[in-house]
């Protein structure tokens, strides 16, 4: 097997360093005569040159895809917060339509709904543009910060055009 181009360039390199510094031997290494002439003698620095812009063409990159995956990551998060939110929304939206109408178990093909009691309640978001800044973080609504404001008399006015408890300590099975 062959010598790596930089490698073999290196040795090549040194053989002609050698030689010079025989051949001159009370010139200064790094005179511009000798620095000149041993670059002549190989292609050792442009090997040098070449990987050094390696170095910084992969550094470039990977800082590249790095923020690429950090976007992507960031947003497969909110996407998959706002598709949870989605389903919750659907979930207590269904459960409150089951209560009105008196149902406690639907049996389709495919699936059967039925209503549970003593479950913890759950927030449904009625206008999420009335909610208060305080209540919101990056991606969806914080959820159990409304819920504990729509528990205390003193914050419930905060909250109570944006959301309410949907499920009145009852809860929607999926089967």
Known sequence: MSKPVLEWEADKHAAAFKAMREAFPDTDPE???FTGSLEGLS?????IDAKVEQIHRDSAEIAGLQKMIDDYVSKK?????????RVDTIRTRLLMVMQQTGETKIKRNGYTLSVTANSKPRVLLLDESKLPD??????????????????DPERRAEVQDAATFANKNETLTLR
Do not use: S, V
């Open 31 to 33: 005179d511009p005569f």
């Open 43 to 47: 292609d050792f620095y442009e090997c």
């Open 77 to 85: 998060n909110e996407a998959i917060a706002r598709a949870k939110a």
């Open 134 to 151: 305080d209540y919101r973080r990056k991606g969806p609504p914080n959820l159990t910060l409304i819920a504990e404001a729509l528990n």
